[in-house]
């Protein structure tokens, strides 16, 4: 379907033309290839970024209000669109905070949503090691999954009952909770019907970034498009090897949340790596 709508921005705290916001929203996972497809998007003649990746208005920045948000993708000042633009975003940690699918539905409620699920068992790690990296952890990490209940522990509660919360706790240190698919899912399935949702296997962005771009901008209704290159962005690369007792035992964790994930979807992200491991 063409793209028939054109930017409007307001200036000011005021209530911005539906125009101006984005849509599309790439709601997550955290570490499952967000920052790799924002990039592959951003350069495409019909799209129109964030000035950052990550606005975090649904979830962070929630207080400052639409006009604020319409801001994040004003385009500079004498600027002449050459065709229709559709804006667009992504923050990781809209897919796990619960407040946020009714928070889009409210101010956009005909956004495309593209989220995009990795192994949990991976997600995790790589999450763990870019909390090491910022300096954010110093547990390891095996303690800092046995830690996870009790760091989060009434901290999803608190943002329900409190508009204003945030949780630095509840986005930092969810190793494990946001590997629960099938729960974030209901959430936002909730809120937007089927035609609006593309879920899309990270493990295919990883080794099929073309054939993925095209399916998304097919969902968005954009021309196909290429970028100059599909080099990966944003890799954790840490070096170290989960232990495979670890392994074991979130594989085992994770199993019933993926056979519930499959019942919903028709499969789970992990599945191509236990075939080939098995």
């Known amino acids: 379907m063409p793209l028939r709508f054109l930017p409007h921005f307001v200036r000011g705290g005021g209530s911005p033309d539906r125009r101006s916001l984005p849509r599309l929203i790439i709601p997550g996972a955290m ?10 998007l951003e350069g495409h003649p019909q799209l129109a970024p964030s000035h950052e990746k990550e606005v975090h208005y649904f979830d962070m920045n929630f ?14 000042q ?57 300096g954010r952890e110093n547990l390891s990490f095996e ?44 959430r936002w399935r909730a809120c937007f019907p ?14 099929d970034p073309r054939g993925v771009l095209a399916e998304v901008l097919a969902f968005i209704g954009a021309d196909p498009w290429e970028p100059p290159n599909f080099a990966a962005r944003n890799e954790g690369r840490h070096g170290e090897v989960m232990r495979a ?10 199993e019933p949340h993926e056979r519930r994930l499959a019942d919903l979807i028709g499969w789970c992200p992990s599945a191509a790596r236990r075939r080939k491991a098995a």
Not at 63 to 76: I, K, S, V
């Open 31 to 40: 570490k499952a290839g967000t920052t790799s497809l924002f990039a592959y």
């Open 78 to 134: 004498g600027h002449a669109a050459a065709a229709p633009l559709l804006p667009f975003e992504s923050s990781p940690y809209y897919l796990f905070e619960p407040r946020v699918p009714a928070r889009i539905r409210e101010l956009v409620p005909d956004v495309k949503l593209v989220i995009l699920l990795r192994d949990p068992v991976d997600r995790a790690f790589s999450h763990y090691h870019n909390n090491r990296r910022l």
């Open 194 to 207: 089927a035609e609006q949702l593309l879920v899309v296997d990270a493990g295919r962005l990883f080794a």
């Open 143 to 186: 303690d800092a999954i046995d830690a996870e209940e009790e760091r989060l522990a009434g901290e999803e509660e608190r943002l329900l009952s409190d508009p204003r919360a945030v949780s630095l706790v509840h986005k930092r240190y969810s190793y494990l909770r946001r590997g629960l698919y099938a729960e974030q899912l209901l």
């Open 245 to 254: 007792a670890t392994r074991s035992r979130l594989e085992n964790f994770f």
């Open 63 to 76: 207080h400052r209000g639409p006009g604020w948000y319409a801001r994040q993708f004003q385009r500079p």
